[in-house]
């Protein structure tokens, strides 16, 4: 079978996992719902959660788990985890502060700061593609080591950049909605059609189906698998960039935990972590849910320790619901 007859029954093979099923879409009916119960509740509960500084917190919160999130997506669609992404923020932004304070011209440092993302994402993509390193191993190692690196560089303190005009204004609101949201709507968008409508997209959903199948259809999956590492390693950066543009500053010790929020959102948003199965639609839900429960409850002053345990349970249950819908369209297949 040639890639172009792989690419034209990919629809079909998508639906049979769950792309544009019944329960797919009822899964991102669910979390819509979800979402208007968590603004019922914490506009209840929570003093000031309505209020417009809030809500913009909420968007800049939302841009730092979404746009590493779309990558992410991909990467689980194709049966592989990524969970470098935090320490890969505060990396780069420590790097990205570095460029600045040796005063390199403010947009070649940002380029130069997503094509260095890219390259360290590239490197869990390349052992896991010609030296069948296990994804989740590859970038523990990777996570270990940024981490590592840039608290030795930067002794855990921050590492400030001064004014810059060009930075400053990242973090500046247009009409009232932060730039970081209208950067994770537009890599929203861009990512929805890649992942729907493009011979990469399909690519990535065969793989996660079936990865030897694919191989023998032509599909070249050491490429692939690269290239979303990689593509994965330039969010990050990005995120990077907004990071330091909110704090004024690079931070080793920031984005802590980001990972386990950009998992957790993929999963809620009905993304299966055996690959396969998932949509960019679902994973905009799961980012909003995840960004609201941990907004709603640092509001009601909930222990930070506590605030762990939400997001390892919601984790838990996500999976748990996604192994389900799983077993309910297998056994719709056999019937």
Do not use: C
Not at 294 to 309: S, T
Request: glycine residues 10%; without cysteine; charged residues 10%.
């Amino acid at each position: 079978m040639s890639l172009d007859q792989t690419a034209k029954s990919a629809p079909a093979a998508k639906a049979s996992k769950g792309g544009f099923s019944f329960s797919q879409h009822m899964n991102e009916l669910s979390l819509f719902i979800a979402i208007i119960v968590l603004y019922a509740v914490f506009t209840s509960t929570a003093n000031g959660f309505l209020s417009f500084n809030n809500q913009i917190n909420i968007l800049r919160d939302a841009a730092t788990i979404g746009i590493a999130a779309w990558a992410a997506t991909l990467i689980i669609i194709a049966g592989e985890i990524d969970v470098s992404v935090g320490p890969m923020v505060a990396f780069i932004s420590v790097i990205l502060a570095y460029l600045l304070q040796w005063h390199v011209p403010t947009p070649l440092a940002f380029a130069l700061a997503i094509v260095f993302g890219a390259a360290l994402g590239s490197i869990a993509g390349i052992l896991r593609a010609y030296f069948d390193v296990p994804s989740f191993v590859g970038t523990l190692g990777l996570w270990s080591a940024l981490r590592g690196t840039a608290l030795f560089i930067t002794d855990a303190l921050p590492v400030s950049i001064g004014r810059n005009d060009m930075v400053d204004a990242l973090d500046r609101s247009v009409f009232g909605i932060p730039p970081a949201a209208i950067i994770m709507l537009v890599l929203f968008a861009l990512f929805a059609f890649i992942s729907r409508k493009t011979a990469f997209g399909r690519s990535v959903f065969a793989i996660g189906g079936n990865a030897h199948a694919a191989f023998l259809s032509g599909i070249s999956v050491s490429r692939i698998r690269v290239a979303l590492f990689a593509i994965a390693g330039a969010m990050a950066a990005i995120s990077g960039i907004l990071l330091l543009s909110r704090l004024g500053s690079g931070n080793a010790t920031a984005a802590t935990g980001l990972e386990f929020d950009v998992i957790a959102a993929v999963v809620v948003g009905g993304t299966s972590l055996s690959g396969g199965r998932g949509s960019m639609l679902g994973t905009l839900l799961g980012v909003l849910v995840i960004t609201l429960i941990g907004n709603g409850l640092v509001l009601l002053g909930i222990n930070p320790f506590f605030q762990q345990v939400v997001r390892g349970l919601i984790i838990v249950v996500a999976v748990l619901a996604n192994i389900q819908a799983i077993k309910r369209s297998a056994s719709r297949n056999k019937g």
